[in-house]
């Protein structure tokens, strides 16, 4: 079956734009978590979305902000970049229909990597 | 608060054993999973514990001392292909089924 989807790939933006990346999960998966990985804080909870509501979030400021679709894929936006925000961004799709009802682990994507400049 | 401790680098030679440890602190714990990660390549889950003791997996073994807020990873047998980031990740109630993730541990392995 298909994996995580995350679109683009890369993407260069400058100081002070705004970005929207996506993520199509897995096929029957109805939630979708998003990390930011950067060298120095490594993988960090941005937050989750289920049935297409914020489920669980994480410690970032109000500028990293999602959604998710009625087909369950997901898009992150940060707005008003800051060169602090390059990183790679992860989401990771799970078929968790209850929070902590699995013992599994769930699946990443490859990532977008996000160069502020 | 949270808190996930890992070595930064490991080093070992193809056909060894290495054993990587994980030291964390977390207020709602519910559970200790391991992932590795290849340069440029998503998270893969290797491992999880969620009680006691020593989970095997192949040549992967993983093991939980929830008392001592502690776990390791086991590689037997190393293969030049297991050069990779290791990540130490606590699934804490927190934050839901979602994951605090240790700052991982970048093995090389050297033939």
């Known amino acids: 079956k298909a994996g995580v989807t995350q679109t683009p790939r890369y993407l260069i933006k400058t100081r002070g734009q705004q970005v929207t990346l996506s993520c199509s999960p897995i096929?029957?998966?109805?939630?979708v978590s998003w990390y930011q990985q950067t060298p120095g804080q490594g993988l960090q909870f941005l937050f989750e979305?289920?049935?297409?509501?914020?489920?669980n979030k994480g410690n970032f400021p109000g500028r990293f902000s999602g959604r998710q679709f009625s087909n369950s894929r997901s898009e992150m936006n940060v707005s008003t970049l800051e060169l602090g925000d390059s990183a790679l961004y992860l989401c990771?799709?799970?078929?968790?229909?209850?929070?902590?009802?699995?013992?599994?682990?769930?699946?990443f994507g490859s990532g977008t990597r996000l160069t502020v400049v | 608060g949270q808190n996930i401790d890992q070595p930064t680098e490991m080093t070992a030679t193809e056909g060894a054993i290495v054993q990587i440890n994980c030291t964390y602190q977390?207020?709602?714990?519910?559970?200790l999973f391991w992932y590795q990660q290849h340069a440029g390549e998503a998270p893969t889950f290797l491992s999880y514990?969620?009680?006691?003791g020593l989970e095997e997996k192949g040549r992967f073994s993983s093991f939980l001392s929830r008392s001592k807020g502690y776990s390791y990873l086991l590689l037997k047998e190393l293969q030049m292909k297991d050069s990779a980031s290791y990540l130490c990740?606590?699934?804490?109630?927190?934050?839901?089924?979602?994951?605090?993730f240790g700052p991982g541990t970048r093995l090389s392995v050297l033939p």
């Open positions: 990771a799709s799970s078929s968790f229909d209850r929070q902590g009802d699995s013992n599994y682990g769930y699946t």
């Open positions: 096929s029957g998966h109805r939630s």
């Open positions: 979305y289920f049935s297409e509501t914020q489920r």
């Open positions: 977390t207020s709602g714990f519910n559970g």
């Open positions: 514990n969620v009680l006691d």
């Open positions: 990740a606590v699934r804490d109630q927190f934050y839901g089924q979602n994951f605090v």
